[in-house]
């Protein structure tokens, strides 16, 4: 299986900080790398896809890139309604995901 | 629109077999796949197995020995089956879908939480 690691675990940052996560594969993935946002009680929702595609309706303040082993997600300002855990996901083989990131308010 | 709904006991006593539907609504069966994901609270994601639109299946391997996914199409039912359940299969259980060849999973259903105790 590949193994997902993201870092860091945990996340605190201002509203319009420009916040960038990682997630990191245990092998090469050719971009086969989605992410997530989880917010508090709810289920995942799809953000980006194939490293960098915009899923539809999701603010331009997202954006994804990577490649390799290294992928990275990044909110250009953060809002407050971004409080939530991310997940990256790859699916170059049977899909993993990574552990998260909790991304919250400082 | 495209929805996805879980259902099922909440608690399953351990060793025995925990039985949920997932029932799709604005798309076919046929058309999407359906896969099974779950999380343990405060924690991950971990995938579980899909139903392919032709009606095949695919398992995590470490769930293999006691997984079934299967469909009943005219009911745009998914039904995912494990035995010999522990503590540690307490988890919330999703159903997704996901346009084939994408590898995204686009469409979640809301969850069903799942004990396991006596």
């Known amino acids: 299986d590949i193994q997902m690691t993201q870092s860091p675990s945990l996340l605190s940052a201002s509203v319009g900080d420009r916040v960038t996560l990682s997630c990191k594969a245990s092998?090469?993935?050719?971009?086969?790398l989605n992410w997530y946002q989880q917010k508090l009680g709810e289920a995942p929702k799809l953000l980006i896809y194939?490293?960098?595609s915009l899923q539809t309706g999701i603010p331009s303040r997202f954006s994804g890139s990577g490649s390799g082993t290294d992928y990275t997600l990044t909110i250009s300002s953060l809002q407050p309604e971004d409080v939530a855990t991310y997940f990256c996901?790859?699916?170059?083989?049977?899909?993993?995901f990574g552990g998260g990131t909790k991304l919250e308010l400082k | 629109q495209v929805q996805l709904k879980e259902s099922g006991p909440g608690l399953v006593q351990p060793s025995q077999t925990l039985s949920l539907t997932c029932t799709v609504s604005?798309?076919?069966?046929?058309?999407?796949?359906v896969h099974w994901v779950r999380q343990p609270t405060g924690k991950g994601l971990e995938w579980m197995g899909v139903?392919?639109?032709?009606?095949?299946?695919d398992y995590n391997s470490a769930l293999k020995s006691r997984l079934s996914i299967s469909r009943d199409t005219s009911k745009s039912q998914v039904f995912l089956k494990m035995n010999s359940l522990q503590t540690e299969d307490i988890a919330t259980y999703y159903c997704?879908?996901?346009?084939?060849?994408?590898?995204?999973?686009?469409?979640w259903g809301q969850g069903v939480m799942v004990t396991v105790s006596s």
């Open positions: 997704a879908s996901e346009l084939p060849g994408t590898g995204y999973f686009d469409y």
């Open positions: 604005g798309f076919s069966l046929t058309s999407y796949n």
């Open positions: 139903i392919w639109t032709g009606g095949s299946t």
């Open positions: 092998q090469n993935i050719y971009k086969y």
């Open positions: 194939y490293t960098n």
């Open positions: 996901q790859q699916y170059n083989s049977w899909p993993t």
